[in-house]
């Protein structure tokens, strides 16, 4: 499972489509699948959430 910003932002922030991510982290968690974020990804996430912080 490849995950991307937006994926994590709805799992984060608690949207709609929070626990379809949250039973995909938990797999993976359990070793049932694989999971991959890229660097640009979670750099991306970080910004935005920092953004909304301040």
Known sequence: MVFDTEAL???????E????VEDLLKRI???EIKG???VV???EFYYILSCKIF
């Open 41 to 43: 990804n979670l750099t």
């Open 9 to 15: 932002l709805i799992f984060y922030l608690g949207e």
């Open 36 to 38: 991959f974020l890229n």
């Open 17 to 20: 489509g929070a626990a379809v």
């Open 29 to 31: 968690q359990n070793k």
